[in-house]
């Protein structure tokens, strides 16, 4: 299901999500930017690499310029380093934002 809303927090480089269920999460740029499902990126993040997007500073790294709905089916995220390929199903994005939540909550 959709989120009822999407909100660009520019300064803070993240977005804010909110759920009919009541939940609300923060996700960085930078975690949508390194889970991007696309296949190119999954094929990049099978190989170890010293220079992967993972490892670019949050405040460095790209941003989010553009929020594309896809249908009922999810989002698409444009990306400032020029990829805008990844699509993000409602489900996919729903459990990569609570895992980046608790992901958060233990460090
Ligand atoms: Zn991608």
């Known amino acids: 299901m959709a989120p009822e809303s999407i909100v660009d927090h520019r300064a803070r480089a993240a977005l804010e999500f909110r759920w009919a269920d009541g939940a609300l999460h923060v996700a960085g740029y930078q975690l949508l930017r390194s ?3 696309c296949a190119d990126c999954k094929a990049l993040r099978a190989i170890p ?3 992967s997007v ?3 500073h949050p405040a460095t790294g790209p941003s989010v310029t553009n929020i594309l709905p ?4 999810g989002v698409q995220f444009v ?3 020029g990829h805008d390929r990844g699509i993000f199903p409602w489900a996919f994005l729903r459990e990569l934002l609570e895992r980046g939540v608790s992901l958060r909550a233990v460090q």
């Open 49 to 51: 690499r010293a220079d």
């Open 35 to 37: 889970n991007c499902p």
């Open 70 to 73: 896809v249908g009922a089916y």
């Open 79 to 81: 990306f400032s380093d």
């Open 54 to 56: 993972e490892d670019v």
